[in-house]
């Protein structure tokens, strides 16, 4: 699924700065086309010795269930490194197309810092909550999922009449367009039916980006959940009566 281009194309017009946005995107990029993972860089080698290097690259950037909670600071980090770090062309290219399309408008209503914090914090959350859940785990778990499904989660409760366009294989893939309140929750419901299929091993963290997207809308909501207060105009005075 897609945002509405014309209007995406619009905002960004008229609300260009999206920067902390734009530049994860460039980092993410960046440091998958210099490392192992990509396969770009021949001083990897090729074969298993790329292999090797791919699954060195992966344990000490990414997060290891079965490592996280022994108390070594540098395995309490890996929730925030390995934001930054992907698996695959496909898995960084569609993890960068969320980010671009959901990223700028939320940022744009939240602030710089706060999305900054929003988007570290959320993904950090999600990847250790992940990792709790399969704490016998000795697989790396990478990838920016958790904190962009954050995004989704914010996105839904800061603009849930934007409309998103849908590409629905069933309908032999059809464009159609829907209000958030509905593509995202489906798109929720649909991580939720994986996630109860998803099996032990590699595969796609589905449990973190329902917890991401839980994280998300519960923090948009507490914080953006403030009542419009109206001030009551006074009372106009008798006639005659001088003006304070």
């Known amino acids: 699924m897609i945002s509405d281009w014309n209007g995406a194309l619009d905002r960004a017009i008229r609300h260009p700065a999206a920067p902390v946005t734009y530049a994860t995107i460039a980092l993410c990029c960046v440091l998958f086309a210099i490392s192992p993972a ?3 860089d021949p001083a990897y080698g090729s074969g298993e010795e790329l292999a090797a290097a791919q699954r060195a690259y992966f344990r000490r950037w990414g997060v290891i269930p079965a490592d ?27 993890n960068m197309l969320f980010l671009y399309v959901f ?6 209503r939240m602030g710089r810092v706060q999305f900054s914090l929003f988007f570290l914090g959320c993904g950090y959350l999600a990847l250790s909550g992940y990792a709790a859940a399969n ?4 697989q790396p778990l990478v990838g920016a999922s958790g904190a962009i499904s954050a995004i989704l989660g914010g996105f ?20 159609l367009r829907f209000p958030a309140w509905v593509v995202l929750p489906f798109w929720a419901a649909l991580q939720w039916l994986a996630a109860g299929r998803a099996g032990p091993g590699p595969g796609v963290a589905y449990l973190a980006h329902l917890m991401g997207f839980g994280l998300g809308f519960g923090y948009a909501w507490a914080r953006f959940n403030v009542p419009t207060r109206v001030k009551p105009a006074p009372a106009p005075s008798p006639e005659g009566e001088n003006q304070p």
């Open 38 to 40: 990509s396969g770009l």
């Open 156 to 175: 839904l409760y800061l603009f849930p009449r934007a409309r998103v366009t849908s590409l629905l294989p069933f309908l032999f893939f059809l464009p």
């Open 103 to 108: 990223g700028a408008m939320t940022e744009h």
């Open 68 to 94: 996280l909670f022994d108390g070594s600071p540098r395995a309490l980090l890996t929730p925030a490194t390995a934001l930054f770090v992907h698996g695959t062309w496909v898995h960084l290219l569609g």
């Open 135 to 138: 704490a016998g785990s000795g």
